[in-house]
């Protein structure tokens, strides 16, 4: 069973909603893709977890997770280091944005991007137009809640599917790589 008894949502015992399509396509790329990875919305760790598991039977590679939330993000730290991989891990605590142009102004570049912090249309944006800066050639960047349902709502918070298609759809140099879970996967081939 899962989450909540929902048989469709991952219960590895940490806090957090991500379809087991979700979970299973985040160690699948983490696992195969070359180079560091980032998170963006780290919350109690979940997705953090996944990533750090991967990474270890990788046997190679960093995660920089990034979070606002102070509090979330002390859960996350201490189910992240009960669990395989956490030596891989550093947590920041940052906004977004701000951190994705700190890590472009320090040159750094990496081979698997999740992008789950705030599912709005201008956090969406501001995150999906830095890739092309972040990415190495070749690699993935995977959008959460790109298929969820408030995106169609001009009403709703969310605006995920339509900052992506406003970035990295009319940027020749992204690939779509199709849905899996609620999520979009795109990959960056200057
Ligand atoms: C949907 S949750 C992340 C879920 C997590 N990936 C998991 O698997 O459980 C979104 C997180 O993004 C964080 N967040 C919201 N706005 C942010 C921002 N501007 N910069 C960084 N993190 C942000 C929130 O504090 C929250 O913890």
Known sequence: MGRFGLPFLIDIGIDGFLLKADALKLHEMTRRSSGNILELGTHKGLSTSIMAKALNARGSGQLETVDIDADANAVART????????????????????????????????????VDHWHGYQATHEAASRMASVLEPGGFVFFHDYLGAGNADPGHVYGVYQAVLDTICEDERFAFYGNFGCCGLYRYLP
Do not use: C, M, S, Y
């Open 79 to 114: 189910n992240v280091a009960a669990r395989e991989g956490a030596e891989r891990v550093t947590f920041t605590l940052k906004d977004a944005t701000l951190r994705l142009d700190e890590l472009i102004a320090e040159g750094h570049r990496f081979g698997f991007v999740f």
